[in-house]
């Protein structure tokens, strides 16, 4: 990567800033030199009301990436196409499945994309790339496709489903995330990791070649985690020596506490209006 890479975070469950608001949901801006990316909606359109209090113009987008399809990413999609119509959309085909997630009673709540965001992503046929696999978004910045589950601490992180009756668990081959190189190392950001954050490094670190992992950011799923795999988490960032972990969203507040206790001076919030810069 060369020049300056921002991140902006557009939407998250909290918020940082006066004149902004939260939801449930994640959407970063990226702006890197002339391209801007947006790397999830959020659930609806307060991605638009967030972006224009930061003074972001999205009708300049270049590329949406989608992390999953779960409705909490992908709900801003079809305001932000209309938006920029032209920007290409990036997504792994698993996305558009239709997606539940369960309750301890046995019942279930549709959680995946809405069906306006499905239309939006299958009229758009020429302007979707599909990632199952590494695939570069613009110079220097790349989407991992399909994450390799090789260890056995990790899981999707909930009771996911790919029908009501809670028949078919969903593996949520779906979940990815973008990454970018720098001369301090590789900066990694997460949708939910619903592959686990150690199966996404790892995989990161693959594709790379081992390239130092200098950043982790967004949605860690960690908020069901048990005590190894919560254990098993803390001994591989700090192994990696992440420099800069910003855990937001679905991280959970009982996994934050961990993360900012063991790494202490290296967390930073992840609220909506968090500006990022790399080099």
């Given at each position: 990567m060369k020049g300056e890479i921002r991140i902006t975070v557009l939407v998250e469950n909290s918020v940082n800033l006066r004149g902004l608001r939260a939801e449930h949901?994640?959407?970063?801006?990226?702006?890197?030199?002339?391209?801007?990316?947006?790397?999830?909606?959020?659930?609806?359109?307060?991605?638009?009301?967030?972006?224009?209090?930061?003074?972001?113009?999205?009708?300049?987008?270049?590329a949406v990436i989608l992390?999953?399809?779960?409705?909490?990413?992908?709900?801003?999609?079809?305001?932000?196409?209309?938006?920029?119509?032209d920007a290409r959309i990036y997504l792994h085909p698993a996305a558009l499945s239709p997606k539940f997630a369960g309750?301890?009673?046995?019942?279930?709540?549709?959680?995946?994309?809405?069906?306006?965001?499905?239309k939006v992503v299958r009229a758009?046929?020429?302007?979707?790339?599909?990632?199952?696999?590494?695939?570069?978004v613009v110079d220097g910045i790349f989407v991992t496709g399909e994450i390799a589950r090789q260890n056995d601490f990790e899981d999707t992180g909930g009771r996911f489903f790919l029908d009501e009756a809670c028949s078919q668990a969903d593996p949520l081959p779906d979940d990815q995330a973008l990454f970018f190189d720098t001369r301090k190392g590789v900066v990694v950001v997460l949708g939910c990791g619903h592959a686990g954050v150690v199966n996404t490094?790892?995989?990161?670190?693959?594709?790379?070649?081992?390239?130092?992992?200098?950043?982790?950011?967004?949605?860690?799923?960690?908020?069901?985690a048990g005590?190894?795999?919560?254990?098993?988490?803390?001994?591989?960032?700090?192994?990696?020596?992440?420099?800069?972990?910003?855990?937001?969203?679905?991280?959970?507040?009982?996994?934050?506490?961990?993360?900012?206790?063991?790494?202490?001076?290296?967390?930073?919030?992840?609220?909506?209006?968090?500006?990022?810069?790399?080099?």
């Open positions: 949901g994640l959407a970063f801006h990226i702006q890197a030199g002339r391209h801007q990316l947006l790397f999830d909606t959020g659930q609806s359109d307060l991605l638009l009301q967030n972006a224009r209090q930061l003074q972001l113009d999205l009708r300049g987008l270049e992390s999953h399809g779960h409705y909490d990413h992908t709900g801003g999609l079809k305001v932000v196409n209309e938006l920029a119509p309750h301890p009673d046995g019942t279930s709540r549709p959680a995946g994309m809405n069906e306006e965001n499905v758009a046929t020429r302007s979707v790339t599909w990632t199952q696999s590494a695939t570069e490094l790892e995989q990161v670190c693959r594709i790379t070649g081992n390239r130092p992992i200098r950043a982790v950011i967004g949605g860690m799923h960690l908020l069901n005590p190894e795999r919560m254990t098993k988490t803390l001994e591989a960032i700090r192994q990696w020596n992440v420099a800069q972990i910003v855990p937001g969203h679905c991280t959970g507040v009982a996994a934050v506490a961990r993360l900012w206790t063991a790494f202490p001076g290296h967390c930073a919030p992840c609220a909506t209006g968090t500006r990022l810069v790399f080099k």
